[in-house]
């Protein structure tokens, strides 16, 4: 008999009993982590849902909690048509996201085509880029909003002998250029190294054929790079989409629970609705869930079509 | 040059450095320089008295007042209710251990889960693992908004609200993006090395840990690594789910917003804001290069 055939097949119970402790094994790999996400994800977002058409009253100082049908949803439109902060929250918020479309993205995008390239001081760059990544928000609010609320006052009436940008941040003038100045400066640190991992896989064979064949830089980045890089431009303009109604443009952390009217964004005033009473009271939840599910109603379709439309008719790298 | 642009820095020596690159140089120089400015002003802006301060703000300290590092460390607190239902201070030194447990634990926990579920998924291919796969990118995909007030309520519902155990169950998630990085890594890894291994006596839990777990464990610590700096900076997560136990970032929330002239002064602000921002610029300069690696390429040893 030869070697070959002096192997054992394994019977069909021993099969059985691997594919019983496969599962077995997968079963309590996978259980908890599963179960966390039935909890956290399944449970957390029907709550929400449920909460939308809920209640609560402690005026009386005990919670009640009633059923309202639509009552919060029709909460919500008679805040649209009563009061002018959820139009200019509405406002804000677009305007954050055109800045976010229009100026941090296509910078991100150069910053990153420079750092590829490895023009002078590339490395220094990216450590300068990412470092506001790594820094608490809150730090930075701190440096910013000191700098802005002394700094500049100083320096405008030293060499200008203006003496009207005290309190920027408080100004309905000059406080939303400071807002969006501090929103679009540290803004490139997070989707500069996705932007350097896409460009990572460009084969570099790509870029010397293009040059070899007289296309300069410009035309390099614009007709080699972004239809390469595409997937990942279209992942990053969906998510600052979905963004639009939970950009809190570092608000709270600038103003905490006292963001003037002017300033606020949709996302604001969602985490206002929660965080003015946190776990204190549940009185303010109903309509920050109702506000979250008409919302995500809105947002959500809007991104999936984005993203189609995105992905159908941008570039491709053929 | 491969290694280079291995590393996202590829320049071609046939390629001059031209106009385009010159202009996008300038704004690199001017948004550094912004944000150096900006830094170099709040250091000597920590640096100064009260009274030197108010003289000069925009000057160089004159007056070297490292005190105020100190005076961060005994005036920074905030009152909260111990487990003995009693009210009483929590200084900064607690602050950030409570930085380290919640940032580090969470970090670990959820690292470790969603490589354990990328490597179920891309290892085990049934049914079920699809699905699983296919709920991670739906919900990375379909955003929902809005729904902090209901998670507040399950949490207190199941007695998790304001424990760090009910951080650590809150960030045992798997559908985040490091999940499909994880996925995409281990995918990678040749099947021969498991069954080699399961030839050799390996049981299944030994090919995961011995075998396919040390191939990608370079992008673990890189992805522990972000993560543990996203939960040290975050301070909205322990002000709804943790009041009583403030982490570091909350408690220079709730220094910025405090009215007391103790602290309503820059040069104490931003003393503050340096003591919460060195520990984590330490870890970023020794793993920098570990934090800033291209997360593909980190996936998979040898």
């Known amino acids: ?318 | 040059m491969q290694l280079l642009a291995h590393r996202g820095l590829y320049r071609s020596k046939k390629t001059p450095f031209s106009a385009f690159g010159v202009i996008i140089g300038i704004l690199l120089i001017l948004y550094v320089l912004g944000i150096m400015i900006l830094f170099l002003w709040s250091f000597s802006t920590a640096l100064k008295t009260t009274d030197n301060f108010d003289r000069d703000p925009l000057g160089w300290t004159k007056s070297w007042a490292w005190t105020n590092f100190a005076d961060v460390f005994t005036k920074m607190k905030v009152q909260v209710t111990g487990n003995d239902g009693k009210r009483h201070m929590l200084y900064l030194d607690q602050m950030f251990l409570y930085s380290l447990l919640y940032a580090g634990g969470s970090a670990l926990i959820q690292t470790l889960t969603t490589a354990t579920m990328a490597y179920m998924t891309s290892t085990y291919r049934n049914w079920f693992s699809r699905i699983l796969h296919n709920i991670v990118i739906v919900t990375l995909i379909l955003p929902i908004v809005g729904n902090t007030a209901s998670m507040l309520q399950v949490m207190n519902d199941l007695h998790l609200y304001d424990h760090l155990y009910g951080a650590y169950i809150m960030k045992i998630g798997f559908n985040n993006i490091y999940y499909l990085i994880f996925y995409a890594a281990f995918s990678k890894i040749p099947k021969d090395y498991r069954e080699s291994a399961r030839i050799d006596g390996a049981n299944l839990l030994q090919l995961y840990t011995r075998i396919s777990f040390p191939m990608v464990s370079s992008l673990f610590w890189t992805v522990f690594l972000l993560l543990f700096i996203g939960y040290w900076n975050d301070y909205q997560t322990p002000l709804l789910f943790l009041p009583d136990k403030p982490t570091a970032a909350l408690g220079l929330y709730y220094f910025l917003q405090s009215t007391d002239p103790v602290f309503a002064n820059p040069p104490m602000k931003v003393a503050a804001g340096i003591c919460v921002f060195i520990p984590i610029f330490i870890v970023f300069l020794i793993f920098r290069n570990r934090i800033m690696q291209d997360l593909n390429e980190g996936g998979i040893k040898g």
């Open chain 1, 1 to 318: 008999m030869s070697p070959a055939l002096s192997i054992q097949r394994p019977s069909f119970r021993t099969k059985r009993k691997k594919k019983a402790m496969s599962t077995l094994f997968y079963t309590c790999m996978v259980l908890i982590p599963l179960a966390q996400f039935f909890i956290f994800y399944g449970v957390v977002n029907f709550n929400s849902i449920l909460l939308a058409f809920k209640s609560y009253d402690n005026s009386t100082g005990v919670v009640v909690e009633s059923w309202i049908g639509w009552g919060n949803f029709e909460r919500v439109f008679q805040i649209f048509r009563s009061e002018q902060t959820l139009w200019i929250a509405t406002k804000n918020s677009l305007l954050y996201f055109a800045f976010n479309l229009c100026v941090v993205i296509p910078l991100s995008m150069l910053f990153a085509y420079y750092i590829y390239r490895g023009y002078p001081a590339a490395g220094f760059f990216k450590v300068m880029l990412f470092l506001p990544a790594v820094i608490c928000s809150m730090v930075l609010v701190i440096f910013f909003k000191e700098f802005v609320e002394t700094a500049i006052p100083e320096l405008m009436e030293r060499w200008f002998h203006d003496d009207g940008w005290y309190a920027i941040l408080s100004s309905e003038n000059k406080g939303p250029v400071a807002l969006m100045t501090f929103y679009v400066w540290f803004l490139f640190s997070g989707s500069i190294l996705l932007y350097l991992n896409a460009m990572g896989n460009i084969p570099k064979s790509l870029i010397e054929a293009a040059q070899i064949d007289g296309a300069g830089e410009f035309r390099t980045f614009w007709r080699v790079v972004i239809p390469t890089i595409w997937p990942t431009l279209v992942s990053l303009i969906v998510l600052a989409l979905a963004d639009l109604v939970a950009n809190q443009a570092s608000l709270f952390s600038i103003y905490g629970i006292f963001a003037p009217t002017w300033s606020q964004t949709l996302g604001y005033y969602q985490f206002f609705l929660v965080a003015k009473y946190g776990a204190d009271s549940p009185v303010n939840y109903p309509l920050a869930s109702a506000f979250g599910l008409l919302f995500t109603a809105i947002v959500a379709p809007l991104t999936l079509l984005l993203r189609y439309l995105l992905t159908r008719f941008g570039p491709r790298e053929d």
